[in-house]
């Protein structure tokens, strides 16, 4: 779920999977917060969820680790 005005990932990964049901698409999960450790997670369905640190929505531990070849990420402003 977004955290206050994201944009809904959720609904982006889904329509990926309906658009593409060969492809794979996974969430991040912070593994340390003391370390800034992540990993993602194969993300399905949203029953494939539970709630995780900070009350976020997160991928279930028995969901597959991947390694992602594109990553999608809410901004609120970019400057180079």
Known sequence: MPIKSEINAFEI?????QAHPY????LPLVTDMSRS????????KDGDLKIGQ????VPKDNMEV???DILIVPLC???C
């Not at 900070?54 to 929505?57: C, F, H, K, P, T």
């Open 23 to 26: 492809v794979k698409t996974a």
């Open 54 to 57: 900070l009350s976020i929505l």
């Open 37 to 44: 450790e992540m990993i993602f997670r194969e993300f399905k």
């Open 66 to 68: 991947l390694q992602p």
């Open 77 to 79: 402003a970019y400057d």
């Open 13 to 17: 990964a889904r329509q990926i999977k």
